[in-house]
């Protein structure tokens, strides 16, 4: 980095000249680009005189996403303060991950989307789950005949996500079982997509994955439980996988502490976690689109995304497709802009070119959020 002219008093913002590649998409890369007023320029803008220009060198990638986080829960698995909830998004930030998809969070943490040196954050409002079928304290536990009601109130609170909590052990059962009917699962989805929300379910047996795609649900989380089949749908209708593989590493221990009493359960968890590789392989391969998360938050902690991108690489995904999952297509997904000409400038400086490698992404020497440099110098 160089300063090319000393600041003014009366300067504005410090202007970007990105010096390096400028990773668009896949296929499409500039020679550089600037940084004006906190936006992306492809062009060379008319500067004000005197401006001060700050030059950062290597590849220009946008912000990472995760599009499963918990910002607001601790690692005791309680709600956070709204300052622990800023730490973890800091955290978060600090890695490069500039846009959150929070997969339900016991805080509001709306305020937080105030606070600009944070990354954006797209909230899911409260997780609902069937009554004693998930992590205490966790979720809104309800019965059917609550639901459709429960969705229409989280879409409303949320950032056009819902979260439901599609299967947990039955402990009646000794094993994972759907938490909810094939019309339950109708009914959730059709009450999000009145209220102009989208639902997402959170998955891993494979008995849940049909249901949730008969239903129309519009992304998946874990999906631990993809088959052949319910692959070959997801990929017809594009439904896209949040790929949680670190925290698919941990159903070891799930299975461990429910050895004794749930021994079904424990096996199922194993077989799902022993699978996790090549069912990643399997979905990519077959064209479902496949998007970081990293389930931060309760038992896993912030700031692990390039843990969860060597995963993705373990299971044998290129550079390129590292990228698109972390970050090109999260972006599109979500409705949120990436590199494009005039867009708000949310990026990383890596030294390498990542497409080759992914692990660039983890050496990144500068983080720039909303035009400003937060991470680096
Ligand atoms: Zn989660």
Redesign the pocket.
Known sequence: MSIAATPTPTAAAPVLRLTGPVLLGPEQELPGAWVVDGRIRHERPDLPRGAEIIELDGFVVPGLADL?C?VGIGDDGAGTTLEVARQQALTDRDTGVLLIRD??SIIDTSPLQQQRDLPRLIRCGRHLARTRRYLRGYADELEPADLPAAVAREAARGDGWVKLVGDWIDREVGDLTPCWSAEDFADAARAAHDAGARITT?TFDEATLPLALDAGFDCL?HATGLTDETIARAAQTSTPVVT?LV?VGEFEAYAAQGETKFPAYAAHMRRLREGRYDRTRDAHDAGVPLLVGT?A??VLGHGIVHDELDELARAGLTGTEILQAAAWAPRRFLGVAGLEDGAPADLLLVPRDPRSDHRALRDRTQVVLDGRVVVGS
Do not use: P, S
């Open positions: 499963h918990h997969a339900g959170h989380e949680t925290n389930d938050g309760g």
